[in-house]
């Protein structure tokens, strides 16, 4: 089973302010260069008939909204999201032999033991745990189920939102048939590009190339991909993982930069909020990484691996300074990120150290 919740930043807005239910809603990230700049993180099914995508510029989606005098721009709330997805996973879990988290708003649940692998038996399921989140939490989710995770995942994107999609082995192929190429997860427009400039359009059409020719195309290993998932196979099972035990925050810096004096003052403000949270929710760290995203969208990263679990300020302030002379070069950086993780829970509270 393959479970995704709908619209889910825009969603959590709606859950603490029904009222605003009737209008678009946009959830913006903003940028901290003045009144529009950012982009659109998400926005609700009624904003999406005026063409709004997430990573939209929040300029154009204000744009394409004009006529709505009534749409709602609003500021993204990761705290608050986090908090209504962890409570929302927590009911998920219940229902799983296995479950396995994949981001805020998605996860994969094996429930053969459950339900002996008998559909009606999973249909239940769903719907009596799409009702208890409906209840408990207030939202709405989508639920795909096969024998595969491939197919699962398709099939809770097929009837979004509030939807159920169950797929049983002997409907894979006649589901897939019908289905656009880009469905497929992984394949995007440039596979697609070079799909149709061999004049084929549907899975119906891709299946007639034979494993050689897909492999030569596009290399074997993402060949082999296209090849097994057309044919709706998949081989991944599904196994436990957990939310990453980490805490992360990213800035957009005012100027574009590659100065390290004035990089480094940014990263040293974002390692002085993380500090404060690990404090007060009494942690503490093994990893240090950070990240520099350039004006060119390109990503880097660097991490290092403490000795030993800290909540000392200093070691997180001097492990970013390091690792931040070891990526920056000349090119220029739009924004700025830390991240701690292997959390763990600060046994030693009195632990003086922790406040310089
Ligand atoms: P849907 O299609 O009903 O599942 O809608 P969402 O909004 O749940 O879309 P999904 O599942 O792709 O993404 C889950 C959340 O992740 C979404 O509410 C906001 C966030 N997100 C997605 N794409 C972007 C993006 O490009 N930028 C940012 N900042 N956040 C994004
Ligand atoms: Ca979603
Ligand atoms: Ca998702």
């Keep these: 089973m393959h479970i995704d919740f709908d619209y889910f930043f825009a969603q959590c807005e709606e859950i603490r302010n029904p009222n605003i239910k009737k209008h678009p809603v946009i959830v913006c990230v903003f940028s901290n260069r003045g009144n529009n700049s950012g982009v659109v993180a998400t926005s609700n099914y009624i904003a999406r008939k005026y063409q709004i995508k997430s990573g939209m510029p929040i300029t154009v989606a204000k744009k394409q909204l ?112 019908n289905m656009a190429i880009s469905k497929i997860p992984r394949i995007g427009s440039q596979t697609i590009n070079k799909i149709s400039k061999m004049n084929l359009y549907t899975i119906e059409q891709l299946k007639k190339l034979d494993v050689f020719k897909i492999n030569q195309i596009f290399g074997k290993k993402f060949g082999t991909y296209i090849y ?69 969208l390109a990503n880097k990263t660097a991490s290092k691996m403490l000795l030993r679990h800290t909540n000392n300020k200093l070691e997180l302030e001097s492990t970013a ?17 830390v991240c701690i993780s292997e959390l763990s829970c600060n046994i030693n509270q009195s632990n003086i150290n922790s406040f310089f």
């Design 66 to 177: 004009l006529e709505r005098k009534d749409a709602i721009f609003m500021k993204s709330d990761y705290q608050y999201y986090t908090q209504v997805s962890e409570n929302t996973m927590h009911i998920i879990k219940k229902y799983a032999n296995i479950f396995e988290y994949i981001g805020k708003d998605e996860a994969y649940l094996d429930i053969s033991e459950n339900t002996n692998t008998d559909y009606e038996k999973s249909k239940l399921m769903a719907n009596e745990m799409k009702n208890e989140i409906l209840t408990k939490i207030g939202l709405t989710c989508s639920i795909g189920i096969s024998n595969n995770k491939l197919i699962s995942k398709i099939a809770s994107a097929y009837k979004k939102p509030n939807g159920l999609t169950i797929v049983k082995p002997e409907d894979v192929n006649e589901f897939l048939n």
């Design 228 to 296: 097994n998932s057309i044919r709706g196979r998949c081989y991944k099972v599904v196994k436990t993982r957990e939310p990453a035990n980490q805490i992360s925050k990213i800035i957009t810096l005012s100027n574009d930069s590659n100065d390290y004096k004035y990089i480094l003052q940014n990263l040293l403000q974002i390692c002085k909020q993380i500090h404060e949270i690990i404090i007060s929710e009494k942690k503490m760290f093994k990893t240090v990484t950070i990240q520099l995203v350039q004006t060119n």
């Design 321 to 337: 300074k390091i690792l931040l002379e070891k990526i920056l070069y000349q090119n220029k950086i739009r924004r700025v990120g």
